[in-house]
């Protein structure tokens, strides 16, 4: 998320993670996904669980939609950006 402040572009939740569902994606803080990641762990596990994304939207879920929370930093996403650019240098196999 990126914010325009007096000409400047702040970019917000550098670092953040992806909560991935069987049928959307939420983006939340680090410390939320520790928080979400806590109660996951919890035996036994809740049926609903709530939290906010990166936006201040309140969701609430049940547990079992949840299929993964993948992290995504500054770094993680230049990696990424390399290899696929890599990729696309490569000679095809013919």
Do not use: C, N
Request: hydrophobic letters at 35%; aromatic letters at 8%.
């Amino acid at each position: 998320m990126v914010i325009q402040k007096s000409g400047e572009t702040v970019l917000l939740h550098r670092d953040h993670h992806i909560v991935a569902t069987t049928q959307f994606s939420y983006i939340v803080s680090t410390v939320m996904a520790q928080h979400i990641e806590r109660e996951l762990d919890r035996k036994p596990r809740r049926q609903w669980l709530k939290f906010v994304d990166v936006a201040g939207a309140r969701v609430r879920i049940r547990t079992s939609l949840i299929e993964g929370i993948e992290q995504s930093s500054l770094e993680t996403r230049e990696l990424w950006r390399r290899w696929r650019e890599q990729r696309r240098k490569e000679e095809p196999f013919e």
